[in-house]
């Protein structure tokens, strides 16, 4: 019977069209770096493109440089960023942050499980959780509640 669980799942997996697992434009927010114009150029190519709602175009002001400090990071880019989810009401809605070109990629810091580098998008996954429930400690690894190791199933905030 063990060899027919994965014939099982892929039979369920085709029985649902593609547009019922897919990210749909109203859960996409772009984030434009006003002080990079290619990333105005950029929002606005790939929001038409995707059909993304205007009201779905965060901005930030920040340097457009590769790295960035944590103490940046926390007011030019997670703040802001917090904010306009929270005043629109999308902080359960959004479930895909787009950076554009021009957003810094890095926040410095010591490297290793207990430092606290790490990648600017890595640390805006955990930005649902900071509405929620406030800082998280930058130190270290973050346990990410949503990853169900094996599961094929769309993203899904009650998992």
């Known amino acids: 019977m063990r060899p027919l669980a ?37 929002a606005e190519y790939y929001r038409g493109a995707r059909g993304i709602p205007k009201e779905h175009v965060a901005r930030i002001q920040t340097d457009p440089q590769e790295e960035i400090d944590r103490a940046a990071f926390k007011r030019e880019i997670e703040q802001p960023i917090g904010v306009y989810l929270m005043e629109r009401r999308l902080q359960d809605q959004i479930l895909v942050i787009v950076l554009t070109k021009g957003v810094p990629l890095k926040i410095r810091g010591p490297a290793g499980l207990a430092g ?11 930005l649902y959780r900071v509405l929620l429930q406030g800082p998280i400690p930058p130190e270290g690894r973050v346990p990410n509640p949503y990853f169900q190791h094996g599961s094929p199933g769309p993203f899904s905030r009650t998992a």
Do not use: C, F, Y
């Not at 606290?116 to 955990?126: I, P, Q, R």
């Open 116 to 126: 606290k580098e790490a990648s600017v998008d890595s640390e805006l996954t955990l």
């Open 6 to 42: 994965p014939l099982a799942l892929l039979a369920t997996l085709l029985a649902v069209p593609a547009a019922a697992r897919a990210i749909t434009p109203d859960q996409v927010l772009i984030v434009v770096n006003d002080r990079a114009p290619i990333s105005e150029r950029i």
